[in-house]
Every structure is written in C-alpha cells, then in structure tokens.
C-alpha cells in the first residue's frame, strides 16, 4: 500500500458520517489543550482486519452523545437512554471506520469487530504513531484515532 | 403493493433508523420485523412470511456473509429480495454479497432517498 496522508482521509469520513446520519456539521479540527479527551467522554472502539489491520476509535462529550443519539433515532428520541447513546457512540464509530478504511483501500474487504463501549480506566495504552484528531462540530467536539498495525 | 420485511443489524439503533427511512422514503411495508444477528434473522425466516431483507455484514454470532450464503442454498428462500445495508463499501465484498445473490448493496453511512432509490431498483428489477 502506498503512504498516504491519513489525517485528511479521517476528518473527511468523520464530517461525512456526521452530516448524513446525525445531521451535525462538522467545523473542522482544533488543537487546543482544553479540548483534549476527558476521562467521563464516551469512547466506542473496534478491530479491524486487512492489509493493513489496527483499531479505531471515538470518544465525544456526553451531551454531544446525547443530542447524536436524539438526531440519529428520530424525534421520538428527545431524551435518549445512556444505553441507547453509548449504542449510538459504538455505531458512529463502526460507520466512520469503514467509511475511513473505503478511503484508503476501496478494493480490499477489510473485517471490522462489533464495536464495543470503552469505559473510563479501561482504555488501551496508547501506542506509537496513533493518528488522531479532534474535531469541532455545531453540537460539540468529536475526538477520533486511528492505530495501523505494523507491516512486514 | 405492500411488503413484508425484516432488517437484520446488531445496532438496535441502526434497525430504528432503517425503519424510519423506510417510512420517509414512501415504500409500503405491512409488516417490519427485526433481528440481531443472522442466526436471529435464519429463526424469523423459518416462522414469518418474509418478502424483503435488509442485513449488515458485520455482526456477532453469524454474519451477514454467512446469512446470505444460508438464503442462498435454501429452496424455501429464493423468492427472498435481500439488500445489504453496510460500512463495508470494498469492491471485493459488494462482489461477493452479489454474487450469493443479495440484489442490492447500500453502503452507510446513507440518506432516506438512498435507500428508497436502492429498493425501488430492486423491486422493479426482481417484479
């Protein structure tokens, strides 16, 4: 596979997914300190496999879940359940992970795992080369991250 | 004419949203029934009369892949319309899914008109 710059690649699939499912419009990346991943956000995460493998996965606000969860399941839904916005969380991540993985390969089948809800202190360490980003919408930030496995 | 359906997504929030669009898009259902994974989907099969099936691919216990594989080598399922409804966008799995015979391929993330452009090919090509 040939190096590509993933960092465009996942704001691009982030705003896609947010625009079309959640009807939130994505305003770009941030880099301040004081937006950085809290430990009460709601993190969703998963597997992938394929040429190449890792894992992916979102973290957001609470109450930026929340008003995801209400856009996303319809306007019956003004006061989602914490289960239904964790479901919510893991969903938006499986979607924008394949959307992601369609931008750097769209030919190969990659396999992703069930999403599945990380809950604070249970995060995996961090390791080197994560590609990450978090990004300013109109209901709050969205934090995502991206981890390739090494290959021969 | 109106259809009978079952959407097969282990997100019970994906199955709503389905639902929903479904509505907005103006296709008439009769009856839509729901499962969690293709194991779920095969004991729905065996109990209600099913005219359409949606199905994402990626799910625990049996996946889509082997749920369209199960429809495709049972007599009883060959009047089955199944449209796949996934992240998964890749040439290779859209060929696949294809080729087991799954009419339609509609990739997530979508909108209502999306998906009832997508059953309205169906439809009329399989009528």
């Not at chain 1, 770009?28 to 009460?40: K, L, N």
């Not at chain 2, 899914?97 to 993330?109: D, E, F, R, S």
């Amino acid at each position: 596979m040939q190096a590509i710059d993933l960092k465009p690649l996942m704001e691009s699939a982030v705003a896609e997914v947010l625009e079309s499912m959640y009807f939130i419009s994505s305003e770009g990346e941030v880099q301040d300190e004081e937006d950085s991943v809290r430990p009460d956000w709601i993190r969703g995460e998963l597997e992938f496999a394929g040429t190449p493998g890792g894992t992916f996965g979102i973290a957001v606000p609470p109450s930026t879940a929340a008003l995801m969860a209400a856009n996303f399941l319809g306007e019956d839904e003004i006061d989602p359940t914490d289960k239904q916005t964790v479901e919510v969380v893991c969903e938006l991540t499986n979607m924008v992970c394949g959307t992601l993985l369609a931008q750097i390969d769209s030919k190969q089948a990659f396999t992703l795992s069930t999403p599945r809800h990380v809950l604070p202190g249970t995060e995996s360490p961090m390791k080197s080369g994560r590609i990450e980003g978090t990004y300013a919408t109109d209901e709050g930030l969205v934090y995502t991250w991206l981890e390739l496995q090494a290959t021969a | 004419m109106a259809y009978n359906v079952l959407i097969v997504d282990d997100s019970p929030g994906m199955r709503k949203v389905i639902k929903k669009m479904l509505g907005q898009s103006g296709f008439l259902t009769e009856q839509c029934l729901e499962a969690g994974d293709g194991l779920e989907a095969l004991t729905v099969l065996a109990k209600e009369r099913v005219d359409i099936v949606f199905t994402d691919i990626n799910m625990p216990n049996m996946n889509g892949e082997e749920l369209m594989e199960r429809i495709s080598v049972t007599p009883d399922y060959q009047h089955l319309l199944v449209l796949v409804v996934s992240t998964d966008r890749s040439e290779e799995r859209m060929q696949r899914m294809l080729a087991l015979g799954a009419k339609g391929y509609v990739t997530k993330p979508f909108v209502p008109r999306t998906l009832g452009y997508a059953l309205t090919k169906m439809t009329a090509r399989c009528a």
